[in-house]
């Protein structure tokens, strides 16, 4: 036995082979140790209770993570994932009838008389279908056409097998909730439906509850009332989560019980649909829709209602119609789904993060336990979700499995670190004995390391030197100019001639080499310089200087010479100068996957290509690890001449590699610039054939340098100086445009619009800076001083009389993300504004964009009295769903549908629909870019309530609006 003893306290025991364990085939090398903090695998005893600390820590966190759903973004992200993947056909016994565009082109503007559906009922009754579905609502009675009503009531109760909807609604009177329910001549021949849909916090509909209604869950869902008027035999009512709330509450609470997860057959479009004119224009028995259940819904533009579903990945929408079919298929077929309950879900989690860290022990690879548990839990999904119908939340416990791998490799390579700081010692032991001396620099260049020679040829001890950058002690000359380079600036890979600081020696005598220490990112973390006094270096070879070893090509220091002696005869001669810089991609996976010899190999075969494809009187050069320089000649050059030498460069470069039996692909971009277009000496010539490269967005070819591109680039970034700036110099400014009540032409309200007069001249779009203010931190600051302004002004106001009752506020969606309604609440208290005087305005995209982050801030900021409203509607997720779960009170139609409501008939049919969904909804409506006369006139008709636009005003500055209140106060508007 032999004893060997350590810096740490610990004394080993190593055995000889022969006192090791036979394993089967040989003896293994086993180590024992005696030590008393180790456990025969010399982990120490105390990581080992640390390890077991830090996984029960990590399980318990798990495990409450899980149970409060603290994890639920990323939760409803892999159940969206799972939902995509489970997608199959459509049940062929259900089938969609749709109120469609060539529907509306046929029978006009809607919505229809009711004799319509009725001859639909009836031709679908007598198609034999098994249950009809009508998700249309007839709240209100046909004043045009009272036999319309009675035609329908007759016809549905003839069929016997027809499901109207019912859903909660706010009452116009008091403002509390109401049941919206059809006609009662209509009803009472139907059974009724709650076409209630819950969305998640992001927006999205997943689950929907069976059971619903006002004060008590009565209502069965719509598709599931259309089941149960016949059930098909053995049909059971699938299981559902109980809500904890389904007593009977107040007449003013809408109740949901039995909450089930809706397996998405697909997206939308999955499911055929015939229109209304084929139903009516067609025999009902060629309809095939015998023994079928028909759903009747609206999908027209700008009518039908829509909603973001899993299955449509977010991008589009479903429509309502063909979600109640998805329904309808999974309560027919017995695939709804449900969600694991909260304490279950805690258990599981608890036990898939408690089993890898017990297995870890008893198996000896902890590595492995972990990585075999994490899949465990995607299968345990995986499997409860497709068999048993139960999702189970996996974040808590990925999240967990993966951090406790990571503690894993972090609690057990110190033995790795150790045998690193041994082979460390073993490098700095070999490196005593160069002659050439080494010097080690961190990635600022200060010293880290110096071996003997280094100290001899510094003329001074690492002791001294450390910490210290290497620019104190050397500086680097250029060959062509001898002028002073600083160390860290030169070519790496090339030789330079260099000094001492201070050394006053007029010739330089010592050569410097430089390479960079850079990760698999290509991120640089330090620097190797090697130093050889005069002899060592010319023994070495000039030629070194300036000529790669590898590819045999000019060296960048011999290129840039080249370049500016071709540079001086064209400016002489008056011609033209063309530099196409190469960069290629891909280098550091193959030296990882193949090896430097490899590498190399590759660089030779490139640089061969490189010379075969250009002429002689060319220059091709190496320029960095891997990037080539190709220099024309100036006799024969123009823009014809570059573009053809770089496609032929860009054919043979891109051509495959074989090196060692192996294919090899490389990506190449090409940057071209000219002499004297481009730039006007050899270092802008070369920066710009560089940018050409840099400005290629990833995709590789032949880019030519742009002088635009350039200063479109610059202009932009002159523009976010010149924000940062802007309100210390006062150079933002407001405007205030009127919003006019369009019945009594009188002033109710206004709007703020924000200005920059840059530099104090020209006024900048709010289009083009507001991104720019967003993108660098700058709208929290802007947004904050408009608010102060805002109730600043109307304060003044009202101190001179002058009363207005609303201002209406833009707000970012980046401002959501703070605290937006405590800096607002701030602000008016300071001023004394009422908040009741402020509304924020937010577009569609906004509130879509973050819609946890806009709900809350926007339900705080309408406690505290104020109002909301929804910019631009009709150019987004324009959708009676997002209405009813927003807290908003009033909406403004985009000025594009506004400008061409007099010219195209589809816009007065799409702002129609938007007012009378708006007076449902008890939500007043705000036209702007009110332009012409005929377009207020035409609104007014349309029952619109308020209105703004050049037509009534321009946006004013806050002294001519003063006026304007003043001229205005209590009369009509002047139009």
Same mark, same amino acid.
């Given at each position: 036995?032999? +004893?060997? &003893?350590?810096?740490?306290?610990?004394?080993?025991?190593?055995?000889?082979?022969?006192?090791?364990?036979?394993?089967?085939?040989?003896?293994?090398?086993?180590?024992?140790?005696?030590?008393?903090?180790?456990?025969?695998?010399?982990?120490?005893?105390?990581?080992?209770?640390?390890?077991?600390? /830090?996984?029960?820590?990590?399980?318990?966190?798990?495990?409450?993570?899980?149970?409060?759903?603290?994890?639920?973004?990323?939760?409803?992200?892999?159940?969206?994932?799972?939902?995509?993947?489970?997608?199959?056909?459509?049940?062929?016994?259900?089938?969609?009838?749709?109120?469609?565009?060539?529907?509306?082109?046929?029978?006009?503007? #809607?919505?229809?008389?009711? *004799?319509?559906?009725?001859?639909?009922?009836?031709?679908? =009754?007598?198609?034999?279908?098994?249950?009809?579905?009508?998700?249309?609502?007839?709240?209100?009675?046909?004043?045009?056409?009272?036999?319309?009503?009675?035609?329908?009531?007759?016809?549905?109760?003839?069929?016997?097998?027809?499901?109207?909807?019912?859903?909660?609604?706010?009452?116009?009177?008091?403002?509390?909730?109401?049941?919206?329910?059809?006609?009662?001549?209509?009803?009472?021949?139907?059974?009724?439906?709650?076409?209630?849909?819950?969305?998640?916090?992001?927006?999205?509909?997943?689950?929907?509850?069976?059971?619903? @209604?006002?004060?008590?869950?009565?209502?069965?869902?719509?598709?599931?009332?259309?089941?149960?008027?016949?059930?098909?035999?053995?049909? %059971?009512?699938?299981?559902?989560?109980?809500?904890?709330?389904?007593?009977?509450?107040?007449? @003013?609470?809408?109740?949901?019980?039995?909450?089930?997860?809706?397996?998405?057959?697909?997206?939308?479009?999955?499911?055929?649909?015939?229109?209304?004119?084929?139903?009516?224009?067609?025999?009902?028995?060629?309809? @095939?829709?015998?023994?079928?259940?028909?759903?009747?819904?609206?999908?027209?533009?700008?009518?039908?209602?829509?909603?973001?579903?899993?299955?449509?990945?977010?991008?589009?929408?479903?429509?309502?119609?063909?979600?109640?079919?998805?329904?309808?298929?999974?309560?027919?077929?017995?695939?709804?789904?449900?969600?694991?309950?909260?304490?279950?879900?805690?258990?599981?989690?608890?036990?898939?993060?408690?089993?890898?860290?017990?297995?870890?022990?008893?198996?000896?690879?902890?590595?492995?336990?972990?990585?075999?548990?994490?899949?465990?839990?995607? !299968?345990?999904?995986?499997?409860?979700?497709?068999?048993?119908?139960?999702?189970?939340?996996?974040?808590?416990?990925?999240?967990? =499995?993966?951090?406790?791998?990571?503690? #894993?490799?972090?609690? %057990?390579?110190?033995?790795?670190?150790?045998?690193?700081?041994?082979?460390?010692?073993?490098?700095?032991?070999?490196?005593?004995?160069?002659?050439?001396?080494?010097?080690?620099?961190?990635?600022?260049?200060?010293?880290?390391?110096?071996?003997?020679?280094?100290?001899?040829?510094?003329?001074?001890?690492?002791?001294?030197?450390? &910490?210290?950058?290497?620019?104190?002690?050397?500086?680097?000359?250029?060959?062509?100019?001898?002028?002073?380079?600083?160390?860290?600036?030169?070519?790496?890979?090339?030789?330079?001639?260099?000094?001492?600081?201070?050394?006053?020696?007029?010739?330089?005598?010592?050569?410097?080499?430089?390479? !960079?220490?850079?990760?698999?990112?290509?991120?640089?973390?330090?620097?190797?310089?090697?130093?050889?006094?005069?002899?060592?270096?010319?023994?070495?070879?000039?030629?070194?200087?300036?000529?790669?070893?590898?590819?045999?090509?000019?060296?960048?220091?011999?290129?840039?010479?080249?370049?500016?002696?071709?540079?001086?005869?064209?400016?002489?001669?008056?011609?033209?100068?063309?530099?196409?810089?190469?960069?290629?991609?891909?280098? *550091?996976?193959?030296?990882?996957?193949?090896?430097?010899?490899?590498?190399?190999?590759?660089?030779?075969?490139?640089?061969?290509?490189?010379?075969?494809?250009?002429?002689?009187?060319?220059?091709?050069?190496?320029?960095?690890?891997?990037?080539?320089?190709?220099?024309?000649?100036?006799?024969?050059?123009?823009?014809?001449?570059?573009?053809?030498?770089?496609?032929?460069?860009?054919?043979?470069?891109?051509?495959?590699?074989?090196?060692?039996?192996?294919?090899?692909?490389?990506?190449?971009?090409?940057?071209?610039?000219?002499?004297?277009?481009?730039?006007?000496?050899?270092?802008?010539?070369?920066?710009?054939?560089?940018?050409?490269?840099?400005? =290629?967005?990833?995709?590789?070819?032949?880019?030519?340098?742009?002088?635009?591109?350039?200063?479109? =680039?610059?202009?932009?970034?002159?523009?976010?100086?010149?924000?940062?700036?802007? /309100?210390?110099?006062?150079?933002?400014?407001?405007?205030?445009?009127?919003?006019?009540?369009?019945?009594?032409?009188?002033?109710?309200?206004?709007?703020?619009?924000?200005?920059?007069?840059?530099?104090? *001249?020209?006024?900048?779009?709010?289009?083009?800076?507001?991104?720019?203010?967003?993108?660098?931190?700058?709208?929290?600051?802007?947004?904050? #001083?408009?608010?102060?302004?805002?109730?600043?002004?109307?304060?003044? #106001?009202?101190?001179?009389?002058?009363?207005?009752?609303?201002?209406?506020?833009?707000?970012?969606?980046?401002?959501?993300?703070?605290?937006?309604?405590?800096?607002?609440?701030?602000?008016?208290?300071?001023?004394?504004?009422?908040?009741?005087?402020?509304?924020?305005?937010?577009?569609?995209?906004?509130?879509?964009?973050?819609?946890?982050?806009?709900?809350? !801030?926007?339900?705080?900021?309408?406690?505290?009295?104020? +109002?909301?409203?929804?910019?631009?509607?009709?150019?987004?997720?324009?959708?009676?769903?997002?209405?009813?779960?927003?807290?908003?009170?009033?909406?403004?139609?985009?000025?594009?549908?506004?400008?061409?409501?007099?010219?195209?008939?589809?816009?007065?049919?799409?702002?129609?629909?938007?007012?009378?969904?708006?007076?449902?909804?008890?939500?007043?409506?705000?036209?702007?870019?009110?332009?012409?006369?005929?377009?207020?006139?035409?609104?007014?008709?349309?029952?619109?309530?308020?209105?703004?636009?050049?037509?009534?005003?321009?946006?004013?500055?806050?002294? *001519?609006?003063?006026?304007?209140?003043?001229?205005?106060?209590?009369?009509?508007?002047?139009?």
């Amino acid at each position: 036995m032999v +004893s060997r &003893g350590r810096s740490d306290g610990c004394r080993r025991w190593w055995f000889p082979p022969r006192s090791g364990i036979w394993d089967g085939s040989s003896w293994s090398r086993r180590r024992s140790c005696c030590c008393c903090r180790c456990n025969g695998d010399h982990t120490p005893i105390e990581a080992k209770r640390t390890d077991r600390l /830090l996984t029960l820590l990590l399980a318990a966190a798990a495990v409450a993570a899980s149970y409060f759903g603290i994890l639920q973004p990323l939760d409803r992200a892999i159940y969206d994932l799972a939902i995509r993947g489970m997608q199959r056909a459509p049940d062929p016994t259900v089938a969609i009838v749709v109120v469609d565009d060539d529907a509306l082109a046929v029978f006009g503007r #809607w919505p229809w008389p009711r *004799r319509i559906h009725a001859e639909l009922v009836r031709k679908l =009754t007598a198609a034999g279908a098994r249950g009809i579905g009508m998700d249309i609502l007839f709240a209100e009675a046909d004043e045009g056409d009272p036999d319309g009503d009675r035609m329908l009531a007759r016809a549905i109760q003839e069929s016997g097998r027809v499901v109207l909807p019912v859903f909660p609604a706010p009452d116009g009177n008091s403002g509390r909730l109401r049941e919206s329910l059809p006609l009662l001549p209509l009803r009472s021949g139907a059974s009724l439906g709650h076409v209630d849909v819950e969305l998640d916090p992001d927006g999205m509909v997943r689950g929907l509850y069976l059971l619903a @209604g006002l004060g008590r869950p009565r209502w069965p869902a719509f598709s599931l009332a259309l089941l149960q008027q016949d059930p098909p035999p053995g049909w %059971h009512l699938p299981a559902a989560q109980r809500n904890p709330e389904r007593e009977p509450a107040g007449t @003013g609470v809408w109740v949901r019980d039995r909450r089930v997860l809706i397996p998405y057959t697909g997206p939308q479009g999955h499911y055929p649909l015939l229109s209304y004119v084929d139903v009516l224009d067609r025999p009902a028995g060629s309809l @095939g829709l015998q023994d079928k259940w028909v759903l009747v819904g609206v999908v027209a533009t700008g009518i039908g209602d829509s909603l973001p579903v899993p299955a449509t990945g977010g991008h589009r929408l479903m429509s309502g119609i063909e979600f109640n079919a998805n329904v309808l298929d999974a309560l027919l077929n017995d695939r709804m789904m449900r969600p694991l309950g909260p304490l279950w879900s805690a258990l599981l989690t608890g036990l898939l993060v408690l089993s890898p860290a017990v297995a870890a022990r008893r198996w000896h690879h902890g590595a492995l336990a972990w990585s075999l548990f994490l899949l465990l839990t995607l !299968a345990i999904d995986v499997t409860l979700l497709a068999g048993a119908g139960l999702w189970y939340p996996p974040a808590s416990a990925l999240l967990a =499995t993966t951090l406790g791998l990571l503690l #894993w490799h972090w609690l %057990h390579t110190g033995g790795r670190l150790r045998r690193v700081e041994l082979e460390s010692e073993v490098v700095r032991a070999s490196l005593t004995d160069l002659d050439s001396g080494l010097i080690s620099t961190d990635a600022a260049g200060c010293v880290e390391y110096l071996n003997p020679a280094a100290e001899r040829l510094l003329g001074r001890p690492l002791v001294q030197l450390r &910490g210290r950058p290497v620019t104190e002690m050397l500086v680097c000359e250029a060959l062509s100019t001898g002028a002073p380079l600083p160390v860290e600036t030169k070519p790496e890979g090339e030789q330079v001639r260099c000094r001492l600081v201070g050394s006053g020696v007029a010739d330089p005598c010592l050569w410097l080499t430089m390479r !960079a220490i850079r990760d698999k990112t290509g991120r640089v973390h330090g620097r190797i310089l090697t130093l050889r006094d005069r002899a060592t270096g010319e023994q070495g070879g000039g030629g070194a200087v300036q000529i790669d070893p590898v590819t045999g090509l000019p060296g960048r220091s011999l290129m840039m010479i080249q370049l500016k002696q071709v540079l001086s005869r064209a400016a002489r001669s008056g011609g033209e100068v063309a530099l196409l810089y190469i960069r290629l991609d891909r280098f *550091r996976r193959i030296s990882a996957g193949m090896g430097f010899q490899a590498l190399e190999r590759l660089l030779e075969e490139v640089a061969f290509r490189l010379r075969n494809t250009v002429r002689e009187s060319d220059v091709v050069a190496r320029n960095g690890s891997d990037e080539f320089t190709v220099l024309l000649d100036a006799a024969d050059t123009s823009a014809q001449a570059a573009t053809r030498v770089g496609r032929k460069l860009l054919e043979e470069l891109t051509r495959p590699y074989f090196i060692d039996g192996q294919r090899v692909q490389l990506l190449v971009y090409i940057g071209v610039c000219a002499y004297p277009h481009d730039g006007r000496d050899a270092e802008e010539l070369l920066q710009n054939a560089c940018s050409a490269v840099n400005h =290629t967005s990833g995709r590789s070819g032949l880019h030519f340098f742009s002088r635009s591109r350039q200063r479109r =680039t610059e202009q932009q970034q002159r523009l976010e100086s010149d924000l940062a700036g802007a /309100l210390e110099r006062g150079e933002l400014e407001l405007r205030f445009q009127p919003q006019i009540d369009i019945a009594s032409s009188r002033m109710v309200a206004a709007e703020v619009l924000l200005r920059w007069r840059r530099n104090g *001249r020209d006024l900048v779009s709010p289009m083009e800076f507001i991104p720019i203010a967003e993108e660098c931190g700058l709208i929290q600051d802007i947004g904050l #001083w408009v608010f102060e302004q805002a109730c600043r002004h109307l304060t003044t #106001w009202e101190g001179k009389g002058l009363w207005l009752p609303r201002l209406a506020i833009n707000v970012s969606p980046v401002q959501l993300e703070g605290e937006l309604t405590q800096m607002l609440a701030q602000v008016m208290e300071r001023h004394g504004v009422d908040p009741s005087r402020l509304e924020l305005e937010l577009t569609e995209g906004a509130i879509i964009q973050a819609m946890e982050s806009a709900v809350r !801030a926007l339900s705080a900021f309408q406690k505290l009295g104020g +109002s909301v409203a929804v910019d631009d509607f009709g150019t987004g997720y324009s959708t009676f769903s997002y209405l009813r779960q927003l807290p908003i009170d009033r909406i403004k139609i985009d000025k594009s549908f506004i400008h061409d409501m007099t010219l195209e008939q589809d816009d007065d049919i799409i702002i129609l629909s938007i007012i009378s969904m708006a007076k449902g909804l008890d939500l007043e409506v705000v036209a702007e870019g009110v332009e012409r006369s005929e377009q207020l006139a035409l609104l007014r008709a349309h029952g619109c309530h308020l209105a703004q636009g050049y037509l009534l005003s321009p946006p004013l500055p806050p002294e *001519r609006f003063s006026t304007l209140l003043q001229k205005g106060s209590g009369r009509p508007f002047p139009v």
